[in-house]
């Protein structure tokens, strides 16, 4: 059964990788270990290139890094969206005033991931998705497939507590457990057509 993945990459991290020891996530190992009967011909990762805030300047030298790493998976691809940040002035709770605040957002990632799932659906890309988020903004375009072009759609919450919009339209919903995440680590060290590189040293 011909199988597309489809990684909502900002989900996955804040959900299920943020402060955890498995941010050397090889995603294609996770999928494997999740979805051992399915062949799974491509997966797409979806992600936005971040900027350097002030409380952390070297986070985009590390997600460089990883997307380095996972370039090296030959059946994955990088779909990039935006990355924006900006000072907007914010109410402080108790009402005292008023403080600036650094607001990032990232942007068109989830439009690209539900365009494509549909898309492909439509030209008969897979006969399964794997939709890998527990964002809610999903349940349409996982509908779509589903009903109106027949496609089986299943979801890989990196939450432990899927969506009810999500386990509602999807035709199956599986955790990702933390041993999985475990065991799907990419080695420390990795070499690609640039020479080798490492883990980032805070991970």
């Known amino acids: 059964m011909r199988t597309s993945v489809y990684i909502d990459g900002f989900n996955l991290y804040y959900r299920a990788l943020k402060n955890t020891p498995y941010r050397w996530l090889d995603v294609a190992r996770m999928c494997q270990l999740i979805l051992p009967r399915y062949e799974i011909d491509r ?114 919450c990196p939450h432990r507590f899927p969506s009810k919009g999500l386990l509602d339209v999807a035709d199956f919903v599986r955790p990702i457990r933390p041993g999985v995440l475990r065991a799907s680590q990419f080695p420390g060290t990795l070499c690609d057509a640039s020479g080798d590189f490492q883990k980032p040293a805070s991970w």
């Open 43 to 156: 997966i797409l990762y979806f992600t936005a290139r971040i900027t350097p805030l002030p409380r952390d300047p070297d986070q985009p030298v590390r997600q460089q890094v990883y997307l380095r790493a996972l370039s090296t998976s030959p059946n994955l691809t990088i779909v990039y969206g935006h990355f924006l940040s900006h000072t907007v002035r914010m109410p402080l709770a108790d009402g005292s005033g008023f403080a600036d605040v650094i607001r990032a957002e990232e942007k068109g990632s989830d439009v690209a991931l539900a365009t494509l799932l549909v898309h492909d659906a439509h030209r008969d890309a897979y006969d399964t998705a794997v939709v890998v988020s527990n964002d809610t903004d999903l349940v349409t375009p996982i509908r779509v497939a589903r009903e109106e072009v027949g496609k089986r759609v299943g979801v890989i």
